[in-house]
């Protein structure tokens, strides 16, 4: 088993609908999560990251943990066609963000 | 623009050969990290150096090395290349604070035909 599996998408949406982006992930010790954002012939860029269950929100992005179910979300409101891009969701390694476990990431397409 | 520059951007090698791979750190930044990513895939951990020693390994095979260098730019040599070594190679540095997370290059596209 993956220790983060991700839903592989792609995903079409029209502009300005709500996205939802899913992973679970299989050691329950993990504490720390991170969501990337890839754009096409671009390198992963760092999106959000959180600690705890709960939800976190960043502008027109929300991270959201659900420890119980081992199960990390991103939503993306009010869906924009520049946010078309693959996104990543990753655990960090034990000591230092350097050694991450990344998702397959889910393709995003937003039509305008 | 990225801290983090890398090249070549593209390449492409035959079978067997061998291949050195740069990357150049974001300022401020001593610890590199490569990642190899497959087509359709994840970036998967190769290794990581810290002040020029290795700190790290994924479930990469010997032939896969690198070198950090004392202005912390980074090299990765892969030998005896094989097909399934085409790939995007990534390279990130950090600091090493696990919540600043990194900061990825754009890669090297390897092609090994």
């Known amino acids: 088993q993956k220790e983060v599996e991700q839903d592989p998408g792609p995903l079409s949406v029209p502009e300005g609908a709500i996205v939802s982006l899913n992973c679970t992930y299989s050691n329950s010790a993990f504490q720390y999560f991170m969501w990337y954002r890839q754009y096409s012939r671009k390198g992963p860029e760092l999106l959000m990251y959180t600690y705890s269950s709960g939800n976190k929100e960043d502008g027109r992005f929300t991270a959201q943990v659900d420890k119980s179910s081992k199960y990390i979300s991103l939503f993306i409101r009010d869906s924009q066609p520049s946010d078309s891009a693959t996104y990543l969701c990753a655990i960090p390694g034990p000591t230092n963000a350097g050694k991450s476990t990344f998702g397959d990431g889910t393709t995003l397409t937003v039509k305008p | 623009e990225t801290g983090v520059t890398q090249s070549p951007t593209h390449l492409i090698k035959t079978r067997g050969q061998q291949v050195t791979l740069r990357c150049s750190s974001q300022s401020g930044h001593n610890t590199v990290s490569w990642y190899q990513q497959a087509l359709g895939q994840g970036p998967q951990f190769i290794f990581q150096?810290?002040?020029?020693?290795?700190?790290g390994r994924g479930n990469f095979p010997p032939r896969f090395s690198g070198l950090q260098f004392p202005n912390y730019s980074s090299e990765l040599n892969v030998n005896a290349l094989e097909l399934d070594d085409s790939a995007l190679y990534l390279c990130?540095?950090?600091?090493?604070?696990?919540?600043?997370?990194?900061?990825f290059g754009s890669g090297t596209r390897l092609t090994v035909v």
């Open positions: 150096y810290y002040r020029e020693e290795e700190n």
């Open positions: 990130a540095s950090s600091s090493p604070n696990r919540d600043s997370g990194y900061t």
